[in-house]
Nanobody, 113 residues
Framework: QVQLVESGGGLVQPGGSLRLSCAAP????????MGWYRQAPGKERELVAG???????NYVDSVKGRFTISRDNAKATMYLQMNSLKPEDTAVYFC???????WGQGTQVTVSS
């Protein structure tokens, strides 16, 4: 059973920042494009940002300029730096190797005053 472990979520005020981390097995991490997804209550899960093994990134329009995805291949860890958070960013955030069947347990991000 492949394990992905997300961390770093929490409660933050609008305009605040959080940094999410995702630790993955090195055998998975080194070959897969990795993605951060989120799912808000009553909504479908959506891809927020992705990063290839070589570091090429892409973002959904709603987070461009506010979120930064990165990865440390030596540590087999992916990050999502989230700045200027908005209430609509509230969701459970998951990491996922694109094309695999593996999902982490998710970490809750709540943006509220």
């Amino acid at each position: 059973q492949v394990q992905l472990v997300e961390s770093g979520g929490g409660l933050v005020q609008p305009g605040g920042s959080l940094r999410l981390s995702c630790a993955a097995p090195a055998s998975i991490f080194k070959i897969y494009t990795m993605g951060w997804y989120r799912q808000a209550p009553g909504k479908e899960r959506e891809l927020v940002a992705g990063i290839t093994a070589g570091g090429v990134t892409n973002y959904v329009d709603s987070v461009k300029g506010r979120f930064t995805i990165s990865r440390d291949n030596a540590k087999a860890t992916m990050y999502l730096q989230m700045n200027s958070l908005k209430p609509e960013d509230t969701a459970v955030y998951f990491c996922h190797p694109l094309g695999s069947a593996t999902w982490g347990q998710g970490t809750q991000v709540t943006v509220s005053s």
